[in-house]
């Protein structure tokens, strides 16, 4: 099958000894949080978002440049503050990583997540954190399906529909307001244009771009880091076992069979965040923690599955889009709608 489900193999290891397998290895985890200062906790993330944003006035400015250098300079100074922005504040955001505070946590999943990502905050929290961290690679749940676009080309699919993202989302953002409240579906739209046109504004009025550069230049920026955003959404779940929704393992097997890291890569670390990139499995057995933090206890992660006996799935990022590109029929196209194997091994 194209898709395959893995079952939990209750004989082999009884349900009690995984729990108490998770429940060691979070009390592990929880005395490294307990042990680390704000700084390391929150203070490092905080400090990258800041920088984020405080390097825009300049890229700004060297978008009003007639100077190429400049320009460009400019474009990419812009884009990685984008992709900063939109991709490790948004998903810091909807975890609610950013701070202690429920009020606070609240108002920067709503800044990050509606006025520089161009989504609802409702929707955006409840397809990531209640559903795919929820029941992750569960059939017909949080099993990753939502990203395959069957009918594109695999070279289209990988390499090019990805630069449609800044112009995707906040369409789907639209139709993921069906069911909100009148007040939710006025703040998301209110605050998603108030992003745009705050961007838009600030390259008419500061880098004196005209209206059809400025658009150019924003699609290019929020298209910088599309491609791998897509590749990294797709290369960590999909291929790996999947699980029955009525026959679900418990937590710990769930997630060391189902959720892959990729290596250490300097930019994608920094612009992502680690708990997207290199510490992927931390991220999703302890998704509460905050980049730094799921870095800090990568080594107590790591070093505990193995001890056990259990996986810890890692991969490169060339390989695995060489997986995707040469199995993309079979792991993208050929696969029947994800539900219709509930039940099936």
Same mark, same amino acid.
């Given at each position: 099958a194209a898709v395959r489900t893995l079952l939990p193999k209750g004989k082999s290891q009884p349900d009690a000894e995984r729990e108490t397998l998770m429940m060691e290895l979070t009390r592990l985890v929880q005395k490294s949080v307990r042990e680390s200062s704000w700084w390391e906790r929150r203070g490092i993330d905080c400090s990258i978002l800041t920088a984020a944003f405080i390097s825009l006035p300049a890229g700004f400015l060297l978008l009003g440049s007639s100077q190429p250098l400049y320009f460009l300079s400019g474009?990419?100074?812009?884009? %990685?503050?984008?992709? %900063?922005?939109?991709?490790?504040?948004?998903?810091?955001a909807s975890h609610g990583a950013l701070s202690e505070s429920p009020a606070w946590a609240d108002f920067w999943a709503v800044f990050f997540i509606e006025v520089c990502g161009s989504f609802s905050a409702r929707a955006g929290v409840q397809a990531h954190v209640k559903m795919h961290h929820a029941h992750t690679n569960v059939i017909g749940l949080g099993d990753s399906s939502t990203w395959k676009i069957p009918f594109l080309p695999r070279s289209v699919y990988l390499f090019i529909a990805p630069l449609a993202v800044p112009i995707i989302t906040p369409i789907v953002a639209i139709g993921e307001l069906?069911?909100?409240?009148?007040?939710?579906?006025?703040?998301? %739209?209110? #605050?998603? #244009?108030?992003?745009?046109?705050?961007?838009?504004?600030?390259?008419? #009025? %500061?880098?004196?771009?005209s209206c059809s550069s400025a658009l150019v230049v924003m699609l290019l920026c929020r298209a910088m880091f599309s491609l791998p955003y897509i590749h990294v959404n797709i290369f960590q779940h999909i291929g790996l076992s999947m699980f029955s929704a009525t026959h679900r393992p418990k937590r710990i097997y769930q997630m060391t069979h189902g959720v892959l890291n990729l290596p250490r890569n300097p930019l994608l670390d920094w612009t992502f965040g680690h708990s997207l990139i290199s510490c992927h499995v931390e991220h999703h057995l302890f998704p509460f923690l905050s980049d730094n933090m799921c870095l800090k206890v990568k080594p107590i992660v790591s070093r505990y599955l193995k001890e056990k006996k259990l996986p810890y799935l890692e991969d490169g990022y060339v390989s695995r889009l060489r997986l995707f590109f040469h199995k993309y029929q079979e792991l993208m196209v050929f696969a029947p709608p994800i539900t219709d194997l509930v039940g099936i091994q």
């Open positions: 474009v990419l100074i812009m884009g %990685v503050a984008h992709a %900063v922005i939109t991709v490790k504040g948004t998903h810091l069906k069911g909100q409240s009148p007040l939710q579906i006025l703040r998301t %739209v209110l #605050c998603v #244009c108030l992003g745009f046109f705050s961007q838009y504004y600030l390259l008419r #009025c %500061v880098s004196g771009l």
